[in-house]
């Protein structure tokens, strides 16, 4: 039995364990669908578990969580390295321990359970193996813009920026907005444009971010003078 499945097809286990460097069937192909398998049933649990992510927080999570260190890791665990097959030249080099033939066996033995079992049966070992590390992972959310420069000003005791509709151009269903960010100190406006007038304040909040940022430099340049 391996990741606790017991297989009804023994040539897919075998298969799976293959490594290209023993044989013409090996598990390149079933490596090729675990890799969707595994990627696709990760990122739901991802979804399912952390609903105040962004779209970028939940892709570097998964990132980390189906890089080749991390499931090479989950290969050892199992203990996937003492069933592989390999080559002469492999076993010489100590294959059987390299994280990039785990991760690719690991992805391999994922889709052969998959044609072995069914999608229900895939899908749970998948997300029992990985929910304790999605559950228990710990996302950083990062703030926009408009939060940011809020913060900042709060900061230094200033009054908060101010955010005037100056323009909307374009037909109903494209329109684009632009709006002023005024700031009292340092006493700047600066101007953004997006498809939403929401938009439109988190690009002339980042513009200002940017502007306050430009004005301090030459201010620590002189200090450190």
Sequence with gaps: MLLGHEFVDQGLREQALTHRSAARNNNERL?????????????????????RASEGEMTRL??????????????RVENIGDHLRLGQGELKSGGYRRDSILADTFEALIAAIYIDAGWPCCRDLVRRLFEPRVVGAAIHVDKDAKT????LLQGQGVAL?????????????????????TIESPA?????????????????ADNALQMIESLSEPRMAATHD
């Design 31 to 51: 490596e090729f669908l675990g890799d969707s398998l595994v990627n696709l049933i990760v990122a739901e649990l991802i979804f399912d578990n952390h609903p």
């Design 62 to 75: 998964r990132s980390s969580l189906v890089s080749g260190v991390a499931l090479a890791e989950l290969a």
């Design 148 to 151: 940011r420069l809020q913060e």
């Design 161 to 181: 920026p101010a955010y005037e509709l100056v323009a909307t151009d374009g037909a109903d269903h494209c329109k684009e907005f632009e709006v002023n960010c």
């Design 188 to 204: 700047i406006t600066c101007s953004g444009r997006g498809s939403s007038r929401r938009a439109a304040e988190q690009v002339a």
